[in-house]
Structures are given as structure tokens and as C-alpha cells.
């Protein structure tokens, strides 16, 4: 009798401390939809499995499942800094591409601005389109006379010292009319599109690794976790909960990972 109350409260203990890092989660899910980090399906999903599991952890319908939840805890507060980190980059990433959004704003306004297309290359320096970035400002160099751009030229000497690979120079095909650009250009040679703008765009649609790491939680929780618990259910209820869940992790994981061009994302 004395171990089964032991055991109650040992339960109850667990299940409390089971909360804090549970809540932390939500208030970042929550945090992350509001802000447009991840789409209300992967938030109110994040949110919805951890209440789930915080419950499973203080008033078990299956004790054996006990272990599994304190797990599922676990693998919570062991990924959680690598959601935030991903979402972190991501809101940096959003940062740059409304810089370059002004900058091309800026070049639209005055074709011959130099120092708006200097501000572009740099930008795309950061967001990873290195070869693209020194072509521009090499064909910048004879408008840039060395008194006035003499920063510039040591950052294009720095940028050729640091070796970017052949493939970072390949052309960009144009989003809107499909016509395949050289390094050196801003602008489509076809439709005179910001075809560097929208590439940049869509990389950071792509860039979805937060999303990812959520919806992969969602599902195996579901797996691990909800569908063992929903059997303890009447059978018809069971099988229905247990089909949703399935459903619901498939639709997840489908959407985190679809490549938002067309297929599924590697």
C-alpha cells in the first residue's frame, strides 16, 4: 500500500516537472504562429500534443506508458534549442531579404546608384548567393573610383580570397519568366524582373528546418505516445481516435516537408 502511494506521488512529482519545460514549448508555439514563424496547422499541432503529453505525464491512462512519456519530455527539452535556433536564423534571414527589398526599392528610384547596388551584393553575401554577389561588384569596378570605394575593393579582394566554389557562379533562372541569368546582372535580361530578389525569397520559403523539427515531434509523439493511450479507449472511439492521429501526423510531415516548387523536399 505505502509503495502504490510512492508510486502515486512519484507520478504526480514527475508530472509537475514535466510542465515547465511543456510550457516553454507552448508559449514559443505560440509565439512562432502569432509571428508567422510556422503556419497555424504546425503551431496549434505543437501546442495541442504538448497539453496531450502534459496531461499523459501527471494522469496516465496506461501506466506503462509512463517511461515512454517521460521520454517524449525529454526529447522536448533536448530539441527545443535547435527549434529556436532555426527560427532564430529565420527571422534573420527575413531581416535581409526586407533589406534588399529597400535597396532594389532604392535602385528602382535611380537605375545608376551605385552604392544601392553595392548594399545588394553585400546582402546577398549574407544570404549565401556568394557568386552572384562578386560578379555585381566586379562589374561595379569601373564605376568605382579607387578614393571613393576603397572599403568596397578590399571587401571584392576578400570575398576572391576566400575561394567560393565554381557552383555559386551558375546562372539564376528568372521566377517569373524562366529565362536563365548570369552573375553580374540585378535585373532579368528578358522581363527585367528582380530575379536575385525573388531567388533569395524563395530560398527562405524554403528554408523551413524549425517546421520541420516540429512536425516531426507532432508525429512521433502521436506515434509513441497518443496512439498506445487511445487504445485504451472503447474500440470504436479508439479506432477512430487512432486513425485521426495517423492522419493528422501524415498531413504534418507532408506539408514540412513539400518543397514549396513542387514535390518533396529532401
Known amino acids: 500500500m505505502n509503495f502504490d502511494r510512492i508510486a502515486q506521488h512519484s507520478t504526480a512529482l514527475v508530472g509537475c516537472i514535466a510542465w515547465i519545460p511543456l510550457a516553454v514549448w507552448i508559449m514559443a508555439c505560440v509565439h512562432w504562429t502569432i509571428g508567422g514563424d510556422v503556419d497555424p496547422l504546425t503551431g496549434l499541432g505543437g501546442i495541442a500534443v504538448a497539453i496531450g503529453l502534459g496531461y499523459e505525464a501527471i494522469n496516465p491512462p496506461v501506466p ?29 534571414r527575413s531581416i535581409d531579404i526586407e533589406a534588399l527589398e529597400k535597396a532594389y526599392a532604392s535602385l528602382g528610384m535611380r537605375n545608376d546608384n551605385v552604392m544601392a547596388k553595392i548594399r545588394i551584393a553585400k546582402i546577398l553575401w549574407d544570404l549565401g548567393v556568394c557568386g552572384h554577389a562578386i560578379r555585381i561588384v566586379e562589374a561595379l569596378l569601373p564605376s568605382m573610383p579607387q578614393r571613393f570605394f576603397m572599403e568596397d575593393i578590399r571587401m571584392l579582394k576578400r570575398w576572391h580570397m576566400m575561394r567560393v566554389e565554381a557552383h555559386f557562379f551558375a546562372p539564376i533562372v528568372c521566377a517569373e519568366c524562366h529565362t536563365s541569368n548570369e552573375g553580374g546582372i540585378l535585373f532579368c535580361r528578358q522581363c527585367g524582373a528582380p530575379f536575385l530578389l525573388d531567388f533569395v525569397k524563395g530560398k527562405g520559403v524554403g528554408n523551413r528546418l524549425g ?36 492522419l493528422f501526423a501524415t498531413a504534418m510531415v507532408y506539408m514540412a516537408f513539400k518543397d514549396p516548387t513542387g514535390g518533396v523536399a529532401a
Open 64 to 92: 506503462q506508458l509512463a517511461p515512454l512519456t517521460v521520454i517524449a519530455v525529454f526529447i522536448t527539452v533536448f530539441m527545443f534549442p535547435f527549434v529556436r535556433s532555426a527560427m532564430d536564423k529565420r527571422a534573420l
Open 211 to 246: 517546421k520541420k523539427l516540429i512536425s516531426t515531434w507532432v508525429s512521433l509523439i502521436a506515434v509513441l505516445i497518443g496512439i498506445p493511450a487511445a487504445k485504451a479507449m472503447p474500440p470504436g472511439p479508439s479506432i477512430a481516435l487512432i486513425v485521426l492521429m495517423m
